[in-house]
């Protein structure tokens, strides 16, 4: 089993349990970032091209996840010490890894589907209002 085949697994299962148990908001809003992330992780193993509208959809998703992120660790300071790197210990730690991974998937493949594309400057000016709402560039997520 690969890399991608692992972390589709990991999501679906954590989907699963997600879906099983009552949820919040954010655990609603993590559902939906999920299905994208399983969605682009299973258009990856299968080879299939991006459109522009999937684009869209991840550049999005890339932002949903981390203003998430960021809502899910302000003024939680155990969340805040987690590292993806590290090995979950609790489930909001697990859904801060699942985060972590989907938007470094999401901007990875934002990355190589803009080189597909000639970049409209429709594109341009939504990564400049993604990069200005993060705050961030998206290359620290790496």
Not at 6 to 14: E, I, N, P, V, Y
Not at 62 to 67: C, I, R, S, V
Not at 90 to 119: G, N
Request: hydrophobic share 45%; glycine share 4%.
């Amino acid at each position: 089993m690969n890399s991608l085949q692992t972390q589709l697994c990991a999501s679906r299962g954590f989907t699963g349990y997600l879906a099983a148990n009552p949820i919040d908001d954010i655990d609603a809003s993590l559902l939906g970032i999920l299905n994208s992330y399983e969605c682009e992780l299973e258009r990856q193993l299968a080879c299939h091209p991006g459109t522009r509208d999937w684009f869209a959809i991840l550049a999005l998703a890339a932002m949903e996840a981390k203003l998430l992120h960021d809502e899910m660790v302000d003024g939680n300071s155990a969340l805040a010490a987690f590292r993806p790197e590290n090995e979950p210990t609790s489930i909001e730690q697990m859904k801060l890894r699942l985060l972590a991974d989907a938007i470094k998937l999401f901007q990875k493949s934002c990355a190589e589907l803009s080189t597909q594309f000639e970049t409209p400057k429709a594109v341009v000016e939504i990564n400049t209002l993604i990069e200005r709402v993060l705050s961030i560039p998206f290359q620290e997520y790496r």
